[in-house]
């Protein structure tokens, strides 16, 4: 999944793509990359960031969305927690709506059961203002798993099938850097639990900037893919990502070893 932000804020790339042509370019680029859908995002959910209306959301990412529908032979994520992005962008051709608050808003399950889309739920606490005040789990993976149990639950009950929706344990929300990283080694626990495919989206998260020694969020890509390489090998089978190519290059050859059973002595 390739990250297209339309945003001014975005923490890595805010401000690059806000024009439609350009956001196609990036998308088509990505395409060439190995990306398998594209996900577009128009309010940045960075720790801090503002919040942003529905009109203001809805204005940057449809216009997006429908030209990269109408131009590229590629699927289209949206990522929003607002129910009314989430309709004006499936209306627009949006495949897949990205939740990061886990269908925090009523309405969303309701816009997306009868629309035939993916759904991917993301475990998220509070908003991004207050999200990093959130982090005292009794046991975080259990705790996550819990929440996001919750999550599909409502899907449940709002008629979405599973296998439309994808799990995601959110990466850098609500979390600590040592939380990030005991998720990420306990992917398979929480897939066993919860019995859907995960979706790991550690691209350029300051726990990895922390780790190499405060490097620059443009700087994380080398360490977005031993992330992702982690994950893969723990269970996760989705990568949200900036840099497309590194990463698809690194999954592809990580996969060709690991699904080789290794042989005893």
């Not at 699927?75 to 209306?91: F, G, M, N």
Request: one cysteine or more; glycine letters at 10%; hydrophobic letters at 50%.
């Amino acid at each position: 999944m390739g990250i297209l932000n339309v945003t001014p804020d975005s923490f890595s790339d805010g401000g690059r793509f806000l024009d439609p042509a350009r956001a196609v370019e990036q998308a088509r680029r990505m395409a060439r990359e190995g990306a398998d859908l594209v996900d577009v995002g128009g309010e940045s959910t960075r720790p801090g960031a503002p919040a942003v209306s529905a009109d203001e959301e809805a204005a940057r990412v449809v216009p997006v969305v429908r030209a990269i529908h109408d131009v590229l032979d590629l699927p289209v994520s949206v990522d929003t927690r607002k129910a009314a992005v989430a309709r004006e962008a499936l209306a627009a051709g949006a495949d897949v709506v990205n939740d990061v608050s886990g269908l925090g808003d009523a309405e969303m399950a309701r816009v997306v059961a009868p629309s035939g889309a993916g759904l991917v739920l993301m475990h998220m606490r509070g908003t991004p203002q207050t999200m990093q005040r959130l982090t005292d789990y009794g046991d975080v993976v259990d705790d996550v798993a819990a929440e996001l149990a919750e999550s599909l639950a409502r899907a449940d009950a709002a008629g979405i099938a599973r296998d439309r929706v994808v799990l995601d344990p959110g990466i850098g929300f609500a979390k600590t850097a040592e939380q990030n990283l005991e998720l990420i080694a306990s992917l398979e626990r929480i897939q066993a639990r919860l019995g859907r495919p995960l979706l790991l989206g550690a691209s350029r998260k300051s726990f990895i900037g922390a780790l190499l020694g405060g490097v620059a969020a443009r700087a994380r890509d080398a360490g977005t893919v031993g992330a992702c390489v982690a994950g893969l090998a723990r269970g996760a089978r989705l990568f949200r990502v900036h840099d497309v190519r590194g990463a698809r290059h690194a999954l592809d050859v990580a996969w060709s070893v690991l699904r080789i059973p290794a042989r005893a002595p």
